[in-house]
C-alpha cells in the first residue's frame, strides 16, 4: 500500500531522519528502489553497515528487534555536481516553464512570458540546453528582428525580457548555472535493483546547496515529474516501483503559483497508478496543502512542540488528520520521545488502521555521514560515474542564433538555407516525369514544413502536466 504515498512529520530531533532510515532500509531489503533527498548529509550512512554500542542494544532489546548491521546498496548523487555525488543535470527544455519560474521567483505574468519563450524555442526547433540558450532566445525576442516573430501570439515585453534577464544573471551569478546542461539524467537510473535483488538506493546529497532551498525542492519536483511522464500504467502492482522521499516538503510548497500546486496535486493523485509512491518529510501536516494531504495514507507523526500559540493551533489542526482514537493525541503528541511515533497506514483492505503509539526500530546501518572520501571513491566506482560526470555542450540555440544571417528568421543559418535551396533546385530539375503530388510532397519546401511541423507538434505532445519534456523518448 506503499503507492497511497505518507507524510513523515515532527518537530526538529524527533527523529525523522532514523525514520526515513527505516523505511528506506526495509524497503530495500524487500527489492524496493528508494530516492531520497539527503539535505543534512545524514543519509548517506545508509551505504555501510551500522556500529552496534550500549544505545542500539538497548533500542533493540526494548522492541524485540533481532539487530544485524547492514549496509545497503547506494547511488549517490548531487546537483550539477556540486558536492559529493555524480552529477544531476537537466537541459532548461526539459525543465519546463513552470518549475523554472519558481525556481527564479517570477510571478504570474512573468512565468506566463516564460511559457510564451519556451513555446517559441520549441516551433522554431531551437534547443534550450542551458541558460545561456535561453538568454539568448529572449534577447533575439526583444531585438528590432525578433520583435515580430512573436506579434501573432502575445508578444514580449521590454520590461517583462529584463526582469527575467536579470533573474537569469543573478541566478548563474550564485553558482546555480551548473545544474542546466548535458548529459541530461535519466530518472529510469531510479528504480535499478542491485545483484542480491535488493532495491538501489538513490541518495540526493545536498549540503552543498542547502542554502538554495527552492533550487533543490524544484529540482526533486522535476525528477518526480519525469518519471511521471515517462513510466507506463500498471495499476495496482504488489509492490511498489520507486518511494520517492521529498526532505523538507515544506519548501516545495512556499511561496508556490497555483498552477504549480495543481500540478503537484494531479501529479502525486495519478503516479501511484504508476507504481511510485511519495513520502514528504516536513514538521507538520500543515506544511502540506490539504488537497495534497489527502492523498497521503501513510502516517508517521513525531512528538510535536507546544510553547507558543500558532504551536498549539497546528497541534490542534494535527490531531484532526488522524483517524478516530482512544488516545488522548494532543497529550500523547506533545510527550513523545525521540525515536517514537504515532503511526497509522492503509490496510490491505484501504482503509486506515487504528491509530498507534510506538517506538521506531534502531536502524541497522551507520546513523551518520560517510567521509567525504569515501564517498568520493564510490562515485568514482560507479558504473554511472562515466556517463553522467563529464558535461557536453553541443551546438544548441546559442549557436543557432549566432549563426544565423541578419535579416533571417531564428534558427535558420546560411548553411540550412543553402541546403534548403539545393534541395529545391534538383527538385526542379527532376520534376519532369512526376506527378504533381510527387513534385510538392518530394520539395525541399514540403520536407522543411513537414520537419517543422513534427517537431512542434512531437514537442507538444510530449510536455507534461508541469510543462517538462524528454525528446529522447
Known amino acids: 500500500m506503499l503507492n497511497r504515498h505518507g ?3 515532527g518537530a526538529t530531533g524527533t527523529g525523522k531522519t532514523k525514520t526515513l532510515q527505516l523505511i528506506a532500509e526495509q524497503l530495500s531489503a524487500q527489492g524496493v528502489p528508494v530516492f531520497l533527498a539527503d539535505v543534512k548529509g545524514d ?19 526494548e522492541v524485540g528487534q ?28 526539459s525543465f519546463g516553464p ?12 512573468q512565468e506566463q512570458s516564460l511559457g510564451l519563450i519556451f513555446h517559441y524555442a520549441d516551433q522554431k526547433g531551437l534547443e534550450l540546453l542551458d541558460l545561456k540558450d535561453l538568454r539568448s532566445v529572449v534577447a533575439f525576442l526583444t531585438s528590432d528582428e525578433g520583435r515580430a516573430e512573436l506579434k501573432g501570439i502575445g508578444g514580449l515585453s521590454t520590461a517583462t525580457a529584463g526582469v527575467i534577464l536579470r533573474s537569469l544573471t543573478a541566478f548563474e551569478a550564485q553558482g546555480m548555472a551548473t545544474f542546466f546542461g548535458e548529459p541530461e539524467f535519466d530518472t529510469a537510473e531510479f528504480l535499478r535493483t542491485a545483484a542480491d535483488g535488493r ?7 545536498l549540503p552543498a546547496v542547502q542554502e538554495k532551498p527552492q533550487l533543490f525542492s524544484t529540482f526533486l519536483m522535476w525528477l518526480l515529474a519525469d518519471l511521471f511522464h515517462d513510466l507506463p500504467e500498471i495499476g495496482d502492482a504488489d509492490r511498489p516501483e520507486l518511494v520517492f522521499v521529498f526532505d523538507e516538503a515544506h519548501l516545495l510548497f512556499k511561496d508556490a503559483s497555483k498552477a504549480f500546486l495543481d500540478s503537484i496535486t494531479q ?21 502540506v496543502p490539504g488537497d495534497v494531504l489527502a492523498q497521503l495514507g501513510n502516517r508517521v507523526q513525531h512528538a510535536l512542540r507546544a510553547f507558543t500559540p500558532d504551536d498549539r493551533k497546528a497541534l490542534k489542526a494535527t490531531v484532526k488528520t488522524f483517524p478516530d482514537s482512544s488516545y488522548d493525541l494532543e497529550e500523547l503528541l506533545t510527550g ?11 490496510g490491505e483492505r484501504g482503509a486506515p488502521t487504528p491509530v498507534a503509539a510506538t517506538r521506531l526500530r534502531a536502524p541497522e546501518s551507520l546513523m551518520g555521514p560517510v567521509d567525504g572520501p569515501a564517498l568520493d571513491r564510490a562515485v568514482r566506482e560507479s558504473s554511472l560515474h562515466a556517463r553522467y560526470a563529464q558535461a557536453v555542450d553541443r551546438e544548441s540555440a546559442f549557436e543557432k542564433l549566432a549563426a544565423r544571417p541578419p535579416g533571417h528568421p531564428a534558427g535558420e543559418t546560411k548553411k540550412a538555407k543553402e541546403k534548403q535551396e539545393t534541395a529545391g533546385a534538383g527538385d526542379r530539375e527532376s ?29 507538444e505532445i510530449t510536455r507534461s502536466l508541469f510543462g517538462t519534456a524528454r525528446r529522447r523518448r
Do not use: C, M
Not at 543519509?43 to 532489546?61: I, K, Y
Not at 533481532?66 to 527544455?93: C, D, K, M, Q, S
Not at 513552470?98 to 521567483?105: D, G, H, M, S
Not at 513523545?336 to 492503509?346: D, H, M, N, Q, S
Open 336 to 346: 513523545l520521545g525521540t525515536g517514537e511515533a504515532v503511526v497509522t497506514v492503509l
Open 98 to 109: 513552470v518549475l523554472l519560474a519558481k525556481v527564479l521567483q517570477l510571478n504570474r505574468t
Open 43 to 61: 543519509l548517506s550512512g545508509l551505504s555501510e553497515p551500522g556500529a552496534a554500542n550500549d544505545r542500539v542494544r538497548g533500542r533493540a532489546a
Open 7 to 9: 507524510l513523515v512529520a
Open 199 to 205: 532495491g538501489v538506493l538513490s541518495v540526493l546529497e
Open 66 to 93: 533481532n539487530w544485524t548491521a547492514t549496509g545497503f546498496p547506494a547511488e549517490f548523487y548531487a546537483l550539477g555536481g556540486l558536492g559529493h555525488g555524480i552529477p544531476l543535470r537537466a537541459t532548461v527544455t
Open 267 to 287: 501529479t502525486v493523485r495519478l503516479i501511484r497508478s504508476k507504481g511510485v509512491g511519495v513520502f514528504f518529510v516536513t514538521q507538520t501536516p500543515e506544511d
Open 431 to 459: 520534376g519532369e516525369g512526376r506527378s504533381v503530388v510527387e513534385q510538392v510532397v518530394g520539395s525541399g519546401v514540403f520536407k522543411s514544413l513537414a520537419r517543422s511541423v513534427g517537431t512542434q507538434i512531437g514537442r
